[in-house]
């Protein structure tokens, strides 16, 4: 845990002061290498590790982009809903691989991002997850977050793969 936190503060500090700012709904391509530590048995990178690098690209546009300013400066948390994960192929000890983030749409609650695990020009993975931000037990207005940290667009809506993947969530936890 401490590892990740280190590499948060990494983002944090490496966003704030050296890199680029960038656009909430920028592409954002970071490449890895699969380490020692990401791996099950030491041969390939463990499941838990994909979401690892899916939170860490999620964090990089936060902190790149006026989202920080208009959310978590003003007390907000970021919060994620639900995530999902198709695996195709595994990525090997040593390997390097790139995760892409897109953003695949928002509504007034949610932003749904596409994170794409590729290595050698091939898919290995593709996560999905639905994200927003919340303060007093309440989720803000993402429309209106996003259009005050620099997005044009008054809409984008979610492609309906994605809306169809997260549209039973709720039922199957009400059933429990």
């Not at 391509?29 to 990178?45: A, G, H, K, N, P």
């Not at 999620?58 to 907000?76: A, C, D, P």
């Not at 609650?109 to 931000?133: N, P, R």
């Amino acid at each position: 845990m401490i590892y990740y936190w280190l590499h948060v503060l990494y983002i944090f500090i490496g966003s704030r002061l050296f890199w680029k700012r960038i656009k909430p709904d920028h592409n954002l391509t970071r490449q890895r290498i699969v380490s020692l530590f990401d791996c099950e048995s030491f041969r390939y990178m463990a499941n838990s590790k994909y979401f690892y690098y899916m939170d860490l690209i999620r964090y990089e546009i936060v902190f790149r982009s006026q989202l920080y300013n208009n959310t978590i400066k003003k007390g907000m948390f970021g919060v994620l809903a639900s995530q999902k994960i198709i695996y195709k192929k595994p990525l090997k000890r040593w390997t390097k691989f790139s995760i892409t983030l897109v953003l695949d749409g928002y509504d007034d609650k949610w932003v749904y991002h596409k994170q794409i695990f590729k290595q050698k020009g091939e898919i290995c993975a593709i996560g999905f997850t639905k994200a927003g931000f919340w303060k007093h037990k309440k989720a803000q207005n993402m429309t209106d977050i996003l259009l005050k940290s620099g997005v044009h667009h008054q809409t984008k809506v979610v492609s309906s793969e994605t809306l169809d993947m997260f549209k039973n969530d709720y039922d199957i936890l009400k059933k429990l």
